[in-house]
């Protein structure tokens, strides 16, 4: 598993969810919204994802001080890009 990254994400997804998704693990390819609130668009999905895991993260320490100066913006951003489906959204 390459810790810190999204691949290691995906597996962790799938391992969790794999009994209850048929999309565990995968990169959703729709768009999703929760009520007004409408998630990152599939389109840039990739990109972002990408983007992600070329931070600084070979080692415990420098993945702490990343996820700390940035805490706001990486749960922000987390929650905007909603990597996964989910049932309970609707699908745009």
């Known amino acids: 598993m390459e810790v ?3 691949k290691a994400l995906s597996e962790i997804h799938y391992f969790l969810f794999r009994n209850i998704y ?3 693990g995968k990169i959703r390819d729709v768009n999703i919204a929760k009520g007004d609130f409408k998630f990152a668009p599939r389109i840039y999905l990739e990109q972002s994802l990408d983007y992600i895991d070329k931070l600084p993260q ?3 320490d420098e993945i702490i001080s990343s996820i700390s100066t940035n805490c706001t913006f990486f749960m922000s951003f987390a929650n905007f890009l909603h990597s996964f489906e ?3 959204f609707e699908n745009k």
């Open 58 to 60: 070979e080692n415990f």
């Open 4 to 6: 810190g990254t999204f």
């Open 86 to 88: 989910k049932d309970i």
């Open 22 to 24: 048929e999309f565990a």
